[in-house]
């Protein structure tokens, strides 16, 4: 080991610097550039083909799923109407319960 260092003098240390300062990033970005689908992934983070949406290509599948949507906003819609009519009536009772104990 000493008659190794005592060769790393002048040029010859200067040369090894180098050849570390070259290598060494470049054998970084090997080690972490290299088989990142194994070393770097999550299992189950992206979704499948089976789980991933299907675009629809052909006319009739594009009329069953405007079909499907259109179902889908009026669901949404009468659950809203409910629940509004549901927050009118709690409001106008609140209303009717606050003017008959002021008038008492």
Request: aromatic share 12%.
């Amino acid at each position: 080991m000493s008659s190794f260092i005592r060769r790393l003098q002048g040029g010859n240390l200067e040369v090894f610097k180098f050849g570390m300062y070259v290598l060494f990033p470049i054998g970084w970005m090997y080690y972490f550039g290299t088989n990142l689908d194994d070393r770097f992934s999550v299992k189950g983070f992206w979704p499948t083909a089976e789980q991933s949406h299907k675009i629809p290509i052909d006319k009739e599948e594009i009329d069953k799923e405007l079909a499907r949507m259109r179902m889908v906003e009026s669901i949404k819609r009468e659950r809203r109407e409910r629940e509004l009519a549901a927050l009118q009536a709690q409001q106008v009772q609140a209303q009717a319960q606050a003017e008959s104990s002021g008038q008492q």
